[in-house]
């Protein structure tokens, strides 16, 4: 298959290219002959990725590594483990890691890479090899001043230690700085597990004072209570928010006075669910989108806020938490409704932010403390906030739309700035 078929056969590739098309006009008219390098992965490397099994049989994987754009810096972003990757949804998903990196200003190009393979079908020393061998295959174009891997669906902190090794083990010495997302003792950063969650908190409160919603008191509704929603919901209720209603993969609960979210926490750690958390009582999944709330949170999974449910959503402000959670047919009828959305290449974006901060560690090799991440993250969110709505009063558009004209400037200002090579 090539892969210009492969670009026009693609959803998520035809959706990020939209995006671009839509935002074009906005650009300034020296950027416009650059737009082209955004519509095209700089480089996309196939790889094939046997291992011997535990049963002494040999099966191929196929891996990749993409890398979108360059321009501000070495590629950032995941490597995902999933039965369905493919080279177009990676292109797309390194293409999204473009924007999120510059919506953010951080010195970073996007890249995003996976395996197509169930990690839950494979062994834990399957797995290793599995990761190992990919490392090695992909080790080429990856380097911490080239391209730097993270976890991201289906991968975790072990897998990333498991790359670092395996890097370190080609180069001969130890290179903390190839990927991000490792255990603490590797070279990892604390802060880093919470940092989404937290990410979200911190652009939804200074977005709420821009459009006077007051954070004491409001009915917070979150969709999804792992990683993100926990973290997010926790910073809610420390606020005095009210967290009136959660729901995950077990089912949906309500507190009329707001729920006690450590005591959630702790029984999601028990019951693997927020299903008969006794605090609560459980009401019906689809009652979710219609109950009386102020913030909504989608921190689950993408394409969550349809049409219809757009049309009876009671809340002000929605936090996106996942990624790609709303559709955009309802993202027309939210804005109509005057209900602000903080888009997730901005709501979403202090994971990466705390990555930067772990590769800025790992190449000092001098540690900050906990506090220390969450001061410079809270700053660098309320710093992309403020820029991405400034943007959007400029141009009178919407904050998603601000943040990828805002990204692209910045991308197209240093391609236009780095010139074309040769010249
Ligand atoms: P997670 O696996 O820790 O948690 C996912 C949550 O979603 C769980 O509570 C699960 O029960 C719930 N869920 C799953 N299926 C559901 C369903 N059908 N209905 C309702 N709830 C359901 O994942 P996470 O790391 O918290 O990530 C959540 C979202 O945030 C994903 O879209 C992810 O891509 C995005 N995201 C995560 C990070 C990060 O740093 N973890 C960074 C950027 C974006």
Same mark, same amino acid.
């Given at each position: 298959?090539?892969?210009?078929?492969?670009?026009?056969?693609?959803?998520?590739?035809?959706?990020?290219?939209?995006?671009?098309?839509?935002?074009?006009?906005?650009?300034?008219?020296?950027?416009?002959?650059?737009?082209?390098?955004?519509?095209?992965?700089?480089?996309?490397?196939?790889?094939?990725?046997?291992?011997?099994?535990?049963?002494?049989?040999?099966?191929?994987?196929?891996?990749?590594?993409?890398?979108?754009?360059?321009?501000?810096?070495?590629?950032?972003?995941?490597?995902?483990?999933?039965?369905?990757?493919?080279?177009?949804?990676?292109?797309?998903?390194?293409?999204?890691?473009?924007?999120?990196?510059?919506?953010?200003?951080?010195?970073? %190009? @996007?890249?995003? +890479?996976? &395996? $197509?393979?169930?990690? *839950?079908?494979?062994?834990?020393?399957? /797995? #290793?090899?599995?990761?190992?061998?990919?490392?090695?295959?992909?080790?080429?174009?990856?380097?911490?001043?080239?391209?730097?891997?993270?976890?991201?669906?289906?991968?975790?902190?072990?897998?990333?230690?498991?790359?670092?090794?395996?890097?370190?083990?080609?180069?001969?010495?130890?290179?903390?700085?190839?990927?991000?997302?490792?255990?603490?003792?590797? %070279? @990892?950063?604390? +802060?880093? &597990? $919470?940092?989404?969650? *937290?990410?979200?908190?911190?652009?939804? /409160? #200074?977005?709420?004072?821009?459009?006077?919603?007051?954070?004491?008191?409001?009915?917070?509704?979150?969709?999804?209570?792992?990683?993100?929603?926990?973290?997010?919901?926790?910073?809610?209720?420390?606020?005095?928010?009210?967290?009136?209603?959660?729901?995950?993969?077990?089912?949906?609960?309500?507190?009329?006075?707001?729920?006690?979210?450590?005591?959630?926490?702790?029984?999601?750690?028990?019951?693997?669910?927020?299903?008969?958390?006794?605090?609560?009582?459980?009401?019906?999944?689809?009652?979710?989108?219609?109950?009386?709330?102020?913030?909504?949170?989608?921190?689950?999974?993408?394409?969550?806020?349809?049409?219809?449910?757009?049309?009876?959503?009671?809340?002000?402000?929605?936090?996106?938490?996942?990624?790609?959670?709303?559709?955009?047919?309802?993202?027309?009828?939210?804005?109509?409704?005057?209900?602000?959305?903080?888009?997730?290449?901005?709501?979403?974006?202090?994971?990466?932010?705390?990555?930067?901060?772990?590769?800025?560690?790992?190449?000092?090799?001098?540690?900050?403390?906990?506090?220390?991440?969450?001061?410079?993250?809270?700053?660098?969110?309320?710093?992309?906030?403020?820029?991405?709505?400034?943007?959007?009063?400029?141009?009178?558009?919407?904050?998603?739309?601000?943040?990828?004209?805002?990204?692209?400037?910045?991308?197209?200002?240093?391609?236009?700035?780095?010139?074309?090579?040769?010249?």
């Amino acid at each position: 298959m090539s892969l210009s078929y492969e670009m026009e056969n693609s959803r998520a590739w035809q959706t990020y290219l939209a995006q671009i098309n839509q935002v074009t006009p906005y650009l300034e008219e020296d950027l416009i002959p650059f737009v082209n390098t955004l519509k095209r992965p700089k480089r996309a490397l196939i790889v094939d990725v046997p291992i011997v099994m535990d049963d002494g049989s040999i099966q191929h994987f196929e891996g990749y590594r993409v890398q979108h754009n360059l321009s501000r810096g070495p590629g950032k972003g995941g490597i995902r483990y999933h039965p369905d990757v493919e080279l177009n949804e990676v292109m797309a998903l390194a293409a999204w890691m473009t924007i999120k990196t510059a919506v953010l200003n951080l010195p970073y %190009g @996007g890249a995003k +890479g996976g &395996v $197509r393979v169930d990690p *839950r079908k494979l062994s834990p020393r399957e /797995l #290793e090899r599995l990761t190992r061998r990919f490392t090695s295959e992909i080790s080429p174009i990856i380097g911490p001043q080239t391209d730097i891997p993270a976890p991201d669906v289906g991968t975790n902190a072990s897998i990333m230690g498991w790359m670092m090794d395996t890097y370190s083990s080609i180069k001969g010495h130890t290179v903390t700085g190839v990927v991000t997302g490792k255990p603490v003792h590797l %070279g @990892g950063s604390l +802060g880093r &597990v $919470r940092a989404t969650g *937290r990410g979200v908190f911190v652009t939804g /409160l #200074e977005v709420a004072k821009k459009i006077n919603l007051s954070i004491e008191g409001s009915r917070v509704a979150i969709q999804g209570f792992g990683n993100v929603g926990s973290e997010a919901a926790y910073l809610f209720h420390k606020a005095n928010a009210k967290v009136v209603c959660v729901q995950d993969h077990t089912g949906t609960i309500y507190s009329e006075q707001g729920l006690d979210v450590k005591q959630l926490q702790n029984h999601v750690a028990q019951h693997q669910g927020v299903a008969g958390f006794p605090e609560a009582s459980m009401i019906d999944d689809q009652e979710f989108w219609t109950i009386e709330m102020d913030i909504l949170i989608p921190a689950a999974l993408e394409g969550q806020i349809t049409a219809e449910r757009a049309q009876n959503l009671t809340a002000k402000l929605i936090l996106e938490g996942a990624n790609g959670p709303t559709y955009p047919e309802a993202e027309e009828i939210l804005l109509q409704r005057q209900i602000s959305i903080v888009p997730d290449v901005l709501c979403n974006a202090g994971g990466v932010t705390v990555s930067y901060f772990e590769w800025v560690q790992d190449m000092a090799s001098y540690f900050w403390t906990e506090d220390e991440i969450n001061q410079r993250l809270d700053k660098l969110m309320m710093s992309a906030v403020e820029d991405v709505w400034s943007k959007a009063q400029e141009k009178q558009c919407s904050l998603r739309t601000a943040a990828y004209i805002l990204a692209c400037e910045r991308i197209l200002k240093a391609r236009k700035e780095r010139g074309i090579f040769p010249g």
